[in-house]
Each structure stands twice: as C-alpha cells, then as structure tokens.
C-alpha cells in the first residue's frame, strides 16, 4: 500500500509586522519557498501536478488564488495549477493534509503544499472588508449568544479567548510570561547554533527570522499591559507575533519517489482535524491529540518531539496540562511567540521547522497541533525516514 512522503521542506525567514519582508509581495514570498523546497527534493517543476497553499487573508495582493499566482511567479509551467485554502490558523497544514490525499488517492503524483503570509501588505481581518457587515450571521451569533458578552463587536475573538482558555486550564500571567520568555531563549539559542540554516532560503538578503527579542525578561514581561480586556492576564508579549512569511513541502507517494529516483526525507503518518466550541475557540490542539493517537494507535510517550503552534501561551501550556506530555519535547526552538506567526504559512513553517529538527537530531516521530480561528484543529504526524 502506498504512503505519503514527504521530499523536501523549505522555508523562508519570518519577518515583523512593517519589517524587513515587508517590502515583498506575498505572492514573491510564496513562489520563493516553493522553488526553494522544490529544489532540494531534487525534482524539477515540470514533476508537480499541483499547488495547495493556505493562505487566511484572501483580499488584495493575497487574493485572485494566490497559488496560481505562486506557480507563474516561480516560472514554472503554465500546465500546473494551483488552489488555496482557509482553515484560518492552519491553512498550510490542512494545505499537506489535502496534498497527502491526493497523492494516497492517485489524484496527483506530486503536489507542492504550503502556505503564505504577508501580514505588512495585508493586515489580518482585512478580508471583513469595510461595511461588509459580519462574517457569521444572525443564526451564529443567536447560537452562541449566551457564552459571549453582548459588548463583544463580534461573538469569536481570538484575543479574548486565549483570555478564556487561560481562565478556563488555571494559568496564570507569571506563567505566560515565563513560557514567552522560554520560547524567545530557545528560538535565539537554536538560531545561534545554526539549527534553522538547513530550512530557511534567504530572500531580500534576508537570512534569519526578525521577531526574536534577546533583550527581553521576566521583568519587561511583566510591565506589559492586558492586551485583550481590561483585567486581563493576556499581553502582546504572550501572544504571537504578526509576520511575514512563506514555507513549502514537496508531497508524494514512497512508490512514485522510488520511480522518480528520490530518496523521501518523512512519512506523513497520519492526519485529522476537529471543532471546537468557537468561542472557547483554542482549545482543539486538546482534542485534535486525542484523535490522532486513536486514530494511529501511538501512546505520547512514542513521539520524540511536539510542535503546538504558540498562537498564545496559554495554548501549549493548557495542551501539556491536559495531555500530561513532556515539556522538554515541545517546541525545542521555540515558536511563533518568537519566532512569528504568518497564519497561512505557519501550518507549513511549524512542519519544516520539525522535520529538519528531527533529521538534525536523529529522532523519529513528531506530532504537530495547531488552534485555528472559529473553533478547529489540525494534527499531523511525521516519521523520519
């Protein structure tokens, strides 16, 4: 029986809100981490049959099917075409997820999937559009309206549900603050040891991520004010940061890569997604674990490192409590606290930035969680192979 592998998985660096990718159109940023992914997996474009790449803020210059506009920008052929998707935070993950199934069901032989950001040249909510009224309607909004303040502008907010999460699993705004600090230290410390080269293609003379802060501390932590509501325990600094960015992977079966002559570098294992209570909103990556361990039979104990997405700190840390996993395999290079968070691309970062961890350290199995927007999940695993 066939598997979905993995050949390659590229990335760009993650620049701030208004930073040093800032000056890239989204489409460029996408189109460099597909070729630079498609290069190291050592086929050539006219081997892919189709694009999937995530991408939340469809408007703009990210609108009109950006992975369409990805394939021309990186020159490939006209004959390949390209689809986009929304599953909010984890559009690039679903992205591999969908490319996995086409490849299992013989749809395609090799699909290019991933994701991108510009969150400078597109701001996030600018799909609402001005006066285009709310994106749930009045049934939604009927559905939920006893779990939402009637002030909220509107039932399902990111912001304030971290804020509910945290309430909801006890943690505390010393505890964000440190798991902030945490994941600032570790992403400088792998950045110095290089750990990050073998995934990142520089662009724009550009070569490493722009969002760590090394100059932060407890104390400045501290001194943030709630981000969310007024007596919040919520900050910007526990939050993940607006960026910029692209990441690619290169998906297709063991028996077409033998034919091809490639050698894959992963398995994808196993995948599934789930809702959530929407307003709660974070709290699938709980749920999502739960699913995926059924649905592969593994204990936590059998995978060798985590990636869950710090949309905030509370998410990871509420996901440990809950699922009693070990700390020291969670995101070993930090996170999107740190590192950044470009919504299309982070399902598709988080997983380069595994899969090379695990080749540089020999490990086998990683499993990889994401929140998403609205209330949904998507969980993945990996086997090196």
């Known amino acids: 029986m066939a598997e979905a592998v993995v050949l390659a998985a590229a990335r760009t660096p993650l620049g701030r809100r208004g930073g040093v990718l800032s000056g890239v159109h989204a489409v ?3 189109a460099h981490a597909m070729n630079a992914a498609l290069e190291r997996s050592g086929l050539g474009p006219d081997a892919v049959d189709d694009v999937v790449l995530g991408c939340v803020s469809q408007v703009g210059e990210q ?24 599953r909010q935070c984890g559009s690039s993950q679903q992205a591999v997820a969908f490319a ?18 510009s969150m400078s040249r597109v701001p996030m909510g600018s799909s609402l559009g001005a006066g285009a009224g709310e994106p749930y309607g009045p049934a939604v909004r009927e559905r939920y309206a006893a779990q939402v303040d009637a002030t909220e502008a509107m039932p399902f907010n990111q912001g304030v549900a971290a804020q509910r999460v ?29 750990r990050f080269k073998a995934e990142i293609a520089p662009i724009a003379g550009v070569e490493a991520d722009e969002g760590i802060r090394r100059d932060t501390s407890l104390e400045r932590l501290a001194g943030l004010r709630p981000a969310f509501t007024a007596d919040g325990t919520v900050t910007a600094g526990s939050s993940s940061q607006i960026s910029d960015g692209a990441a690619a992977l290169v998906v297709t079966t063991d028996e077409h890569a033998r034919r091809l002559g490639v050698r894959p570098l992963a398995r994808i294992a196993a995948a599934c997604a789930v809702g959530s209570d929407p307003v709660l ?105």
């Not at 609108?63 to 929304?86: C, E, F, K, Y």
């Open 100 to 117: 996995a199934a086409a490849v299992l069901a013989g749809h395609a032989d090799v699909v290019v999937a991933g994701g991108v950001e």
């Open 166 to 194: 945290a309430a909801k699993y006890g943690i505390g705004r010393e505890a964000m603050d440190a798991f902030a600090l945490a994941s600032h230290e570790k992403a400088a410390a792998a950045t110095d040891k290089g």
């Open 63 to 86: 609108s009109w099917n950006i992975a369409r506009n990805a394939v021309l920008a990186a020159g490939w052929p006209d004959a390949i075409p390209g689809t986009t998707v929304d």
């Open 281 to 385: 909103m974070l709290d699938g990556p709980i749920p999502a674990t739960a699913k995926i361990l059924r649905r592969t039979g593994l204990d936590l104990d059998e995978i060798d490192v985590f990636e869950v997405n710090e949309a905030f700190s509370a998410i990871p840390l509420a996901w440990l409590a809950e699922t009693g996993a070990d700390e020291e395999r969670m995101n070993p290079n930090g996170g999107a606290i740190a590192l950044g968070h470009p919504l299309g691309a982070s399902g598709a970062r988080l997983a380069a930035t595994m899969l090379h961890h695990m080749q540089a350290d020999g490990l086998h199995r990683g499993l990889q969680v994401m929140c998403e927007g609205g209330g949904m999940a998507n969980a993945t695993v990996f086997e090196l192979l």
């Open 28 to 30: 460029d940023l996408a």
